[in-house]
Antibody
């Protein structure tokens, strides 16, 4: 069964770069049916999509974070990574990695949805 | 980019039916997917597409859509359904591979 696991520092200083890695186990990250994404959740608040990546390296970012976000993929390690630069206390959150699965129906409608999630990792921005 | 709006909190009596709604312009173009999140846990997909449930999700969960509003209905709510629920869809304002979440609805089962 495919699993996702986030890893990285739990504490980052203000103005520095937050770096996280998501390791995919039990399946290949190089499948054409999936995108891979990062979502975050500040304490006590809702979910915010950060960005997504295809195994080929194509990326899509939340416009509100685009200037600070870089998502990359390493197919040889079955991992994808998140870098968020110039962090502030507002970036303190639980960061989740997730799989976006391709879906289509008989009417020709197609879409993607987040079908599998990692457990999440808390990143605190503090000096 | 698009926004999705949810009521912050909804309550339902045990065994009764509850509808959680999500409004946004993107829902005129895309179906919403719905996620259940219990305290301290990662979100879990409960509805996707027109009205599809992943394996293991009880059939008391169903989804529907009309105009700019998507709904998640729980028919015969159980105590274990108490959780936060989030809707999600793609952005329809030109960034077709950008996703947005609603602010979430806290469901209380009385």
């Amino acid at each position: 069964q495919l699993q996702l696991q986030e890893s990285g520092p739990g504490l980052v200083k203000p103005s520095e770069t937050l770096s996280l890695t998501c390791t995919v186990s039990g399946g290949s990250i190089s499948s054409s049916s999936y995108y891979w994404g990062w979502i975050r959740q500040p304490p006590g608040k809702g979910l915010e999509w950060i960005g997504s990546i295809y195994y080929s390296g194509s990326t899509y970012y939340n416009p509100s974070l685009k200037s600070r976000v870089t998502i990359s993929v390493d197919t040889s390690k079955n991992q994808f990574s998140l870098k968020l630069s110039s962090v502030t206390a507002a970036d303190t959150a639980v960061y989740y990695c997730a799989r976006l699965r391709y879906y289509y129906d008989s009417s020709g409608y197609y879409d993607w949805y987040f079908d599998l999630w990692g457990r999440g990792t808390l990143v605190t921005v503090s000096s | 980019s698009s926004e999705l709006t949810q009521d912050p909190a909804v309550s339902v009596a045990l065994g009764q039916t509850v509808r959680i709604t999500c409004q946004g312009d993107s829902l005129r173009s895309y179906y919403a997917s719905w996620y259940q999140q219990k305290p301290g846990q990662a979100p879990v997909l409960v509805i996707y597409g027109k009205n599809n449930r992943p394996s293991g999700i009880p059939d008391r969960f169903s989804g529907s859509s009309s105009g700019n509003t998507a709904s998640l209905t729980i028919t015969g709510a159980q105590a274990e359904d108490e959780a936060d629920y989030y809707c999600n869809s793609r952005d329809s304002s030109g960034n077709h591979l950008v996703w947005v979440f609603g602010g979430g609805t806290k469901l209380t089962v009385l």
